[in-house]
């Protein structure tokens, strides 16, 4: 079976609910498989929303990945990010969000290892 122009139209639907001003249902699946990261190297579900969780990239871990992604973002009804919605196509059909968005806060900072060597006017 081959899809027509027309039927692959459809996958686009929510451009034309943009057009529209309509409510459009999708799942945002930004701060998992769509990560916006800025010019100070902090993650953010996307452009128009920096701050969620607005931690360093270096300190986001796959465990703040996948509650992102089963995390239900408020402004996906109304989203115009074109980007996001391309990238979570394929995910509207599984892994219901059924998570809240929390304050993420970045894990325990390790201690910095200390080299032990010898004292001063030791030799
Ligand atoms: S729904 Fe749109 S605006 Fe909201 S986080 Fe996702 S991409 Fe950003």
């Not at 806060?105 to 006017?121: D, F, H, K, M, S």
């Amino acid at each position: 079976m081959t899809l027509s122009k027309r039927s692959f139209s459809r996958f686009n639907s929510f451009q034309h609910d943009v057009a529209r001003a309509k409510a459009h249902r999708w799942r945002c699946r930004s701060g998992a498989r769509y990560l916006y990261v800025c010019e100070d190297g902090l993650v953010h579900w996307c452009s128009q929303q920096r701050g969620y969780p607005g931690i360093p990239l270096e300190q986001y871990t796959p465990e703040m990945r996948h509650r992102q992604f089963y995390t239900e973002k408020y402004c996906a009804p109304l989203c115009t990010v074109s980007c996001v919605q391309q990238v979570g196509m394929l995910d509207n059909w599984r892994a219901p969000q059924t998570l809240k968005p929390v304050p993420v806060t970045p894990p325990a900072a390790q201690p910095e290892l200390v080299q032990i060597g010898p004292a001063r006017g030791d030799s």
